[in-house]
């Protein structure tokens, strides 16, 4: 199992910045990606940002060039830098992170940290 902690939500003006934080522990030892996702009222969850152990990066096209997702191998934690926040990014942000063991996909999820960006 993998245990996913995300931190960092909360309220913010539009144009302002957030970084939210998943601590990984548990089985990591195999990972090969982690990402995050968001899910707004009314609305299907969907990726903001994923990066592989192989080296690829992806973001959604709504937040290319504002959001940045990093990690910090020594401290097993993924980050998501967020800035010029529009109220459109406000939802619930969910840490995922995906192994492969014995040819099998698992993915794991936290249990999600709520940005809203308001006035």
């Known amino acids: 199992q993998v245990q996913l902690v995300e931190s960092g939500g909360g309220l913010v003006q539009p144009g302002g910045s957030l970084r939210l934080s998943c601590a990984a522990s548990g089985r990591i030892s195999n990972l090969n990606a982690m990402g995050w996702y968001r899910q707004a009222p009314g609305k299907e969850r969907e990726l903001v940002a994923v990066?592989?152990?192989?080296?690829?990066?992806n973001y959604a096209d709504s937040v290319k060039g504002r959001f940045t997702i990093s990690r910090d191998n020594a401290k097993n934690t993924a980050y998501l830098q967020m800035n010029n926040l529009k109220p459109e990014d406000t939802a619930v942000y969910y840490c995922n992170a995906e192994r492969v063991v014995s040819g099998v996909r698992i993915v794991s999820w936290g249990k999600g940290t709520l940005v809203t960006v308001s006035e």
């Open positions: 990066f592989t152990w192989a080296g690829s990066t």
